[in-house]
């Protein structure tokens, strides 16, 4: 079964610090690894989305790499805002199953004014 | 809008009750997904269908169960065998397994 897990549980940086959050998994054998934003007692929103073939994606000030061969992904945000506040999740699809997709725990991030 | 809508936004359950959390998309997608979120675990996949009138067991099916008998509409039904039902419900769709999935709002769910 893929283990997907995330490191910190917790973050607090001051605004306009670039941070990095962490995810890893157990089984190299990904179809894809997405990342997700959740605030306080809502749902998911996605945030970025790398292939397998890929190395990193970007949008704004997001940047997620992905190594399958050590099982890591990265999620780099830079110039943070208190509006980044929220909890961020990696989830991992695997190549084969039909239950293919995996979330990690999450890091709460606070970005403190 | 197109999107996933769930209701109601809290529920609360009696002891020996069934509750059904409703879920619906207008997103055309074929698959949909229930998923159960507790404070400090991630995501747990309770049902999942990738099509009309199919379904699959998650993780986390005991006490649970489901139907999909509108591609738009996959319906959770909290079932008095479930014996910890307060979590946080998520349900999900996209448009086959491979495919980004997109949330709804959630149901939280008490028992009184």
């Known amino acids: 079964k893929q283990e997907v897990t995330q490191i910190p549980a917790a973050l607090s940086v001051p605004e306009g610090e670039n941070l990095v959050l962490n995810c890893s998994f157990t089984?190299?054998?990904?179809?894809?690894l997405q990342w997700f934003r959740q605030d306080p007692g809502k749902g998911l929103t996605s945030l970025l989305l790398?292939?397998?073939?890929?190395r990193e994606q970007t949008s704004g000030r997001l940047n997620a790499s992905l190594d399958k061969s050590s099982g890591r992904s990265t999620l780099y945000i830079a110039a943070s805002q208190p509006g980044d506040s929220a909890t961020y999740l990696c989830a991992v699809r695997r190549q084969y199953g039909a239950n293919n997709l995996f979330f990690g725990t999450g890091t709460r991030l606070t970005v403190i004014p | 809008d197109g999107g996933i809508t769930q209701s109601p936004k809290y529920l609360f359950r009696k002891e020996g009750q069934n509750v059904t959390l409703s879920c619906e998309q207008n997103l055309n997608h074929d698959a949909m997904y229930w998923y159960r979120q507790d404070p400090g675990q991630g995501l747990r996949l309770i049902y999942y269908s990738q099509i009309v009138n199919d379904f699959q067991k998650g993780d986390i099916a005991e006490g649970y169960s489901v139907s999909r008998e509108k591609k738009e509409s996959f319906p959770l039904t909290v079932t008095s065998a479930q014996k910890n039902p307060t979590a946080f419900y998520l349900c999900?769709?996209?448009?086959?397994?491979?495919?980004?999935?997109?949330f709804g709002p959630g149901t939280r769910l008490l028992v009184l």
């Open positions: 089984d190299s054998a990904i179809y894809n």
């Open positions: 790398i292939q397998s073939s890929q």
């Open positions: 999900a769709s996209s448009i086959d397994k491979w495919q980004t999935q997109y």
